[in-house]
C-alpha cells in the first residue's frame, strides 16, 4: 500500500440536505501531520466495488484547517456509484481508506478580497475558504452561491450565521433557481459588477462554471485572477496502482537523464522522451505522489531545478507557478539531456 493511504474513521454523519451529507472524519495521532491541509484542498477516497475492487473519487474538505475536525461533504450524483454509496453505506464508526490531502484551489492570500463563486456542491471548498479567509485572514469575502431552491442549499443557515458573525466582512448572494431561473452569462455579470475584489474562486458544474468564466471577463476581471476547480469523477484508480518496479528504465545513453529528489532520497534514471515522468517514477517502483494523472488535482507538483521540460497539460497551475518551474509529473517530458527535479512542493 503506498505510503500516502490512510485509514480515517468516520465520527459523524450529518445529513446537511436530502441528498447530501457530511463526513466529521477522525485522524489517528500517528498520521495527524500527514494531514494538515489548506483551506480548497480535498481529499481521495476509496470507494469498494464489486466489479473493479474499488474506484476513487475526490472529495473536497469543507472544513477549515482550524476546525478541530476533517470535514468532506458528499452530493449524491443521479446514477453515480460513489456518492451514492457513501451517503447509503456510511455511519459513524465506519472506517475508509484516503489519500492525504492535495490540490491547488488555495488562496495565495488569507488578507485578500475574495469573490467565491459555487453552485450545488461546488460550495465544499468554498465554504473552507470562506471560513478560513474571515476567521484567519483580513480579506472580505463575497459569496455567490446558485441552488435549484433553499432547501436544496447545503449550508444554508451556517452561511446565515458567518454573515451575522462577520457582517462587514461577508456578504452572501444567494441565487435560486426556483425564484430566479438558471443563473445566466448576462445575470451573473450584473451581481458581480457590484462588488469589488481581488480574485476569484470558481466552482460548480461545468455549466455554471463557464457562464460565471464568461460574465467575469464580460465585466473586465483577467483570467490569471480566475481559479477554477473542476468536479469530474477520476478514471484512473490510484488505489489500485502498484509501485513496484515494472519497466525499470537504468540510465541509457539514448534517453534523456532524471534526477529526482523525493522524500529525502536521490533516485537517476533513463527519461524516454514520450513518457511521462509520473511513468517513469512509478514503473520504478518510486512512492510519488498523484491521484488524477489528468492535470486537474496538482499533487504531483514538483520543481524543476535544473534543464528544460515541458507540460502536456497545466490545469491545475496558474502561469505563476509554471513561470517559477513548477511541473505536474503526469504531464511532464523531458526537453533537454539532464533533468533535475525535485518534489519539493
Ligand atoms: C477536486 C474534486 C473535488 C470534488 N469535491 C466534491 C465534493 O466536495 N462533493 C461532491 O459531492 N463531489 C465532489 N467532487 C465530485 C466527485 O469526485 C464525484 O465525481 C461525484 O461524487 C460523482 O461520483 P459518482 O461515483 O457518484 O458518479 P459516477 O459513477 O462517476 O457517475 C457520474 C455521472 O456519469 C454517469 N455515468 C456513470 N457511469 C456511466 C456509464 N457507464 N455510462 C454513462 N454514464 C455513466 C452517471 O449517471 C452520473 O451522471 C469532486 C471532484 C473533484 C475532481
Redesign the pocket.
Known amino acids: 500500500m503506498s505510503a500516502y493511504v490512510h485509514e480515517v474513521r468516520v465520527r459523524e454523519v450529518i445529513a446537511e440536505t436530502a441528498d447530501?451529507v457530511t463526513l466529521v472524519l477522525d485522524v489517528s495521532d500517528e498520521v495527524t501531520p500527514r494531514f494538515d491541509y489548506e483551506c480548497g484542498q480535498?481529499l481521495t477516497v476509496r470507494?469498494p466495488s464489486p466489479t473493479t475492487g474499488s474506484?476513487a473519487?475526490?472529495?473536497?474538505?469543507?472544513s477549515s484547517p482550524h476546525d478541530p475536525h476533517l470535514a468532506?461533504?458528499?452530493?449524491?450524483?443521479?446514477?453515480?456509484?460513489?456518492?451514492?454509496?457513501?451517503c447509503d453505506n456510511v455511519v459513524p464508526g465506519s472506517s475508509l481508506e484516503v489519500l492525504e490531502p492535495s490540490?491547488t484551489?488555495v488562496p495565495a492570500s488569507l488578507d485578500r478580497d475574495v469573490l467565491l463563486c459555487a453552485a450545488g456542491?461546488?460550495i465544499?471548498?468554498i465554504m473552507s475558504i470562506a471560513k478560513t479567509v474571515l476567521a484567519r485572514g483580513a480579506g472580505r469575502v463575497i459569496v455567490l452561491y446558485a441552488n435549484q431552491n433553499r432547501e436544496s442549499t447545503i449550508f444554508h443557515r451556517q452561511l446565515a450565521e458567518l454573515e451575522q458573525a462577520y457582517a462587514d466582512r461577508l456578504v452572501v448572494v444567494h441565487w435560486l433557481v426556483d425564484e430566479r431561473g438558471l443563473p445566466t452569462v448576462d445575470g451573473l455579470a450584473a451581481e458581480i459588477r457590484t462588488h469589488t475584489f481581488d480574485d476569484v474562486f470558481l466552482?460548480g458544474p461545468a455549466g455554471f462554471m463557464s457562464e460565471a468564466h464568461i460574465a467575469l471577463s464580460s465585466i473586465g476581471v483577467p483570467a490569471e485572477r480566475i481559479r477554477r476547480?473542476?468536479?469530474?469523477?477520476?478514471e484512473s484508480n490510484p488505489f489500485e496502482s502498484s509501485t513496484t518496479a515494472t519497466q525499470p528504465t537504468p540510465p541509457r545513453g539514448d534517453h534523456p537523464t532524471v534526477e529526482v529528489e523525493i522524500n529525502g532520497e536521490n533516485h537517476t534514471f533513463a527519461w524516454p522522451k514520450n513518457q511521462p515522468l509520473l511513468d517513469v517514477l512509478l514503473d520504478n517502483g518510486i512512492d510519488a505522489p498523484y491521484v488524477?494523472r489528468e492535470s486537474?488535482?496538482g499533487t504531483c507538483v514538483c520543481s524543476v531545478r535544473k534543464g528544460k521540460t515541458r507540460m502536456l497539460l497545466s490545469d491545475a497551475l496558474t502561469d505563476e507557478d509554471i513561470d517559477m518551474g513548477v511541473t505536474l509529473a503526469c504531464q511532464t517530458l523531458p526537453e533537454s539531456d539532464e533533468v533535475y527535479i525535485a518534489f519539493d512542493q
Open positions: 447530501s480535498f470507494i474506484v473519487r475526490c472529495y473536497s474538505l469543507s468532506v461533504t458528499i452530493k449524491r450524483t443521479a446514477g453515480g456509484y460513489a456518492s451514492n454509496w457513501l490540490g484551489f456542491s461546488g465544499t471548498p466552482c476547480e473542476e468536479y469530474r469523477s477520476l488524477c486537474i488535482c
